[in-house]
């Protein structure tokens, strides 16, 4: 006979055999579970009265079970705090090793991570109470996906008035973080034709991956101190790919000719630029570069994600596309995974509106200002140590000098150092002969951690 409890408040699934003898069925059934693994050590048990009523036996065979189990050493009973699994050792810890914990850095300056230490979460919760009592009950139903149209009508008088961009909610696509995006527009432009895309050299090598996968070969378009070469797009790109507030990893801003000049591009051949506006909202000096989409809505895709303000735990990011791709990525994102999860789109769009994440990105500039200015400083007393890019992002590009380590032993001596980071080779199409650097995330660690962080990589820099 099988049967479950439910209304003890726990369920679990106890086979109680066929025997006649329903307490030794009983206690055989939870014997097995704990020795199986399914019930694991400090699982609370349900009371005796309510194992009772949710099986059907009488009070006293229960008791009496959890009596002879806990005499054998299976469970413990404590007055006040109910019966719980004890310690034990079940069959498949004794033949499988426990897996090794992925040990973290004492020290995180790995780029693109903003300080988690900092995130909303009073606002936040705020944000989801609010959301939660006034919801429809539709909101618990399956999603829209495009998104919902509170988060993409905030999105779009958030990114009007901070980006510059031209923005409706009807243009707004919200997808599962941005390397989704990425390969949804990828897969879309591939089936429209597009087989070839420029794509920045050096530049994000994850996301270069993901416009692989979906469908496109990708070129190298290089990288100077104006920014990406638009001049160097290939005859038969029909796409590109870039950074153009900030460029990634350089740190470059796109000089306004050349903006001019691949919007030019853009509307003479009709090509796609795909805007990735990664840390957009982080300009320390003056005012941030507005984005390209506002000069060419019709041609830009622009790309913007909570990952770099809030945290990539939140796996949101929007596109905002011209009104021709909207039907198709839609489509692409329904066949991906349906939507985007719902509620969190509820929240976000409650701080939008209420300036709240206004608030919060003008706060984490001010801090992560500081943290270059003294990144810069303590970094110009290591002999040859250049920093690339303008004030800006969530990182810095330390260029090595030629007569000291290579990369690879600059990054070996912060290893050892604890210190965890970038380095810049990796992000070229061919890594060979390429000059060596490091990128330093100046955002990741906490308040406290960032000094000691800090010193420790510049320890392990000097000659």
Request: proline residues 8%.
């Amino acid at each position: 006979m099988t049967r479950s409890w439910s209304s003890s408040g726990l369920d679990l699934h106890l086979d109680l055999g066929t025997t006649g003898k329903r307490r030794a069925g009983l206690e055989a059934a939870l014997r097995a579970a704990i020795q199986d693994g399914r019930l694991p050590a400090g699982t609370l048990l349900p009371s005796t009265r309510g194992l009772a009523q949710d099986l059907g036996l009488s009070r006293g065979t229960v008791t009496a079970a959890y009596d002879q189990l806990t005499e054998e050493g299976f469970l413990i009973t404590r007055r006040g705090a109910g019966t719980t699994v004890a310690g034990h050792t079940s069959p498949a810890s004794e033949s499988e090793p426990p897996s090794p914990d992925v040990p973290r850095p004492r020290h995180d300056l790995r780029p693109g991570r903003p300080d988690l230490t900092t995130f909303p979460t009073s606002a936040w919760l705020a944000a989801t109470r609010r959301v939660l009592t006034g919801a429809r009950p539709e909101v618990f139903a399956a999603g829209d996906p495009q998104g919902r149209l509170e988060l993409r009508q905030a999105l779009a008088d958030y990114l009007g008035r901070t980006r510059g961009a031209v923005a409706t909610p009807d243009r707004i696509v919200i997808t599962s973080g941005y390397y989704q995006g990425v390969r949804l527009l990828s897969s879309v432009l591939a089936a429209a034709g597009t087989t070839t895309a420029a794509v920045e050299d050096p530049g994000h090598n994850i996301f270069r991956g993901a416009v692989q996968r979906g469908g496109i070969t990708t070129t190298p378009l290089p990288v100077d101190e104006q920014g990406a070469r638009v001049d160097l797009i290939p005859s038969n790109a029909d796409a590109v790919f870039l950074t153009p507030s900030h460029q990634y990893p350089t740190g470059v801003p796109l000089h306004p000719a050349r903006r001019q000049a691949v919007c030019a591009w853009a509307r003479t051949t009709g090509g796609v630029i795909v805007e990735d506006d990664y840390d957009g909202e982080f300009r320390y000096e003056r005012q941030p570069v507005g984005a390209l989409q506002g000069m060419s809505p019709d041609h830009v895709v622009y790309c913007g994600t909570a990952s770099k303000t809030l945290g990539p735990a939140l796996r949101l990011a929007w596109m905002v596309l011209p009104r021709h791709l909207v039907p198709d990525v839609v489509q692409a994102k329904q066949d991906a995974d349906l939507y985007t999860e719902t509620l969190s789109q509820l929240v976000l769009a409650d701080l939008i509106a209420r300036h709240t994440y206004d608030r919060h990105i003008r706060s984490a500039r001010l801090r992560y200002r500081r943290r270059r200015a003294l990144l810069l400083d303590r970094a110009a007393a290591v002999p040859g140590l250049t920093t690339l890019g303008v004030p800006a992002g969530l990182h810095a590009l330390l260029l090595l000098p030629r007569n000291g380590p290579t990369e690879p032993e600059a990054l070996a001596r912060c290893a050892a150092n604890g210190v965890a980071l970038r380095g810049l080779s990796e992000l070229h199409h061919n890594p060979q002969d390429q000059p060596g650097g490091l990128l330093v995330g100046f955002a990741a660690p906490s308040e406290p951690d960032y000094l000691p962080a800090l010193e420790a990589l510049l320890t392990a820099l000097h000659p």
